[in-house]
Antibody, heavy 117, light 107 residues
Framework: EVQLLESGGDLVQPGGSLRLSCAAS????????MTWVRQAPGKGLEWVSD?????????HYADSVRGRFTISRDNSKNTVYLEMTSLRAEDTAVYYC?????????WGQGTLVTVSS | DIQMTQSPSTLSASVGDRVTITCRAS??????LAWYQQKPGKAPKILIY???YLEYGVPSRFSGSGSGTEFTLTISSLQPDDFATYYC?????????FGQGTKVEIK
């Protein structure tokens, strides 16, 4: 069974940094691209970033996070990361890790990031 | 970025009703469109990919159609488990984008 378990969500002050992790199991992690999607409280879904399969040589970012967030992967640990810097109040959201297959075909349960002073 | 617009934003329906949700893209996305269902406090779940392909395990009362800029999700006979929010998403080009969501409520 495919499982994606996010961790690292926390309360952080504006301007601060945070690293999210997503541990994957139940599939051959290295052959799937991975993505992060977020959802602000009471709002819709917003795609954040993705990373290609294999070495992760190709990455993409939403305009709202480009230059502040960095996605990476460690296939030896079956884990994908999202490094977030210069955090803003508008980054407050549940962050979902997800697998790309037929579109976004498996999702984690999410981790909450709150940016507030 | 490609804008995705869903209609309606809210839909009130009864069990057994046929329900249709529309999603329009601001430019052609071919058939690179997915539909997701989300229930409160839960992660989204994929229903349809490439506009009309039913994800394995999804009930056959769900169907998708369309190409280019106009797409529909149809639930042929609404069941109690189907009351949720539905999102379309384009993955034709980056940045990927979602529609604003359609909440299906009990009438």
């Amino acid at each position: 069974e495919v499982q994606l378990l996010e961790s690292g969500g926390d309360l952080v002050q504006p301007g601060g940094s945070l690293r999210l992790s997503c541990a994957a199991s139940g599939f051959t992690f290295s052959i799937n691209a991975m993505t992060w999607v977020r959802q602000a409280p009471g709002k819709g879904l917003e795609w954040v970033s993705d990373i290609s399969d294999g070495t992760g040589s190709s990455t993409h970012y939403a305009d709202s996070v480009r230059g502040r967030f960095t996605i990476s992967r460690d296939n030896s640990k079956n884990t994908v990361y999202l490094e977030m810097t210069s955090l803003r109040a508008e980054d407050t959201a549940v962050y979902y890790c997800a697998r790309e297959g037929s579109a976004i075909d498996r999702w984690g349960q999410g981790t909450l990031v709150t940016v507030s002073s | 970025d490609i804008q995705m617009t869903q209609s309606p934003s809210t839909l009130s329906a009864s069990v057994g009703d046929r329900v249709t949700i529309t999603c329009r893209a601001s430019q052609s996305i071919s058939r690179w469109l997915a539909w997701y269902q989300q229930k409160p406090g839960k992660a989204p779940k994929i229903l349809i990919y490439e506009a009309s392909y039913l994800e394995y395990g999804v009930p056959s009362r769900f169907s998708g159609s369309g190409s280019g800029t106009e797409f529909t999700l149809t639930i042929s006979s609404l069941q109690p488990d189907d009351f949720a929010t539905y999102y379309c998403q384009q993955y034709n080009s980056y940045s990927w984008t979602f529609g604003q969501g359609t909440k299906v409520e009990i009438k």
